[in-house]
């Protein structure tokens, strides 16, 4: 066998792998790019939502109108939930709780919004367990973009710029706060 014959043989071989390798990580990585929102900000656009706002008005005047009839199981109901939903709430706006139930509000338009922006998956730019397994290359910010669909007020712009600005509270401190009623 001829090796100096072999060697640009071998050469050659060795670069076309080495490209192909190159090539094929960076479509793979490509295909795993994920979007990135901050929670707190669409939790709270979502709350200024209108759709969000007349959902939450008929469920606070059905209570107020089951208590005036005297519907005391049905006020509490009421009342248990609007209770709950402020408590989840608190904890999405001021903490760093999943928003899945409002991405899900978002129905047909969130696949949509993903295509559009190349992405995967989304995930809460909180939830470092899950980002530590994708590259800061492969981090599309969808923040605005999820924010935009809630159509936010423009009197409550500034404030969601400062919570934006704002580090998030530790769970523990918003349930403490809101026991209190300060959130």
């Known amino acids: ?53 007349a959902r939450l008005v008929a469920t606070i005047q059905a209570a107020r109108e089951a208590q005036a009839r005297g519907d005391t199981a049905r006020h509490r109901s009421l009342a248990s939930q609007l ?22 509000s978002l129905g047909d338009r969130l696949p949509e919004l993903r295509r559009a922006a190349g992405v995967v998956r989304l995930v809460s730019q909180w939830d470092a367990a899950a980002l530590a397994r994708v590259p800061a290359a492969d981090r599309v910010d969808m923040t605005d973009r999820l924010i935009a669909e809630f ?8 404030v969601l710029a400062a919570l934006r600005a704002a580090p998030p509270m530790p769970r523990w401190k918003v349930w403490f706060l809101s026991k209190l009623d300060l959130v």
């Open 83 to 104: 209770a709950a939903r402020q408590h989840q709430l608190h904890m999405q706006v001021f903490s760093t709780a999943p928003v899945d139930d409002v991405l899900a």
């Open 1 to 53: 066998m001829n090796l100096p014959a072999q060697l640009p043989r071998t050469i050659a071989l060795a670069l076309l792998v080495a490209i192909l390798v190159v090539v094929v990580t960076r479509s793979a990585r490509a295909a795993e790019r994920v979007g990135t929102y901050d929670s707190r900000a669409v939790a709270f656009a979502a709350f200024w939502d209108e759709a969000n706002h």
């Open 151 to 158: 159509h936010v007020p423009a009197a409550q712009l500034k």
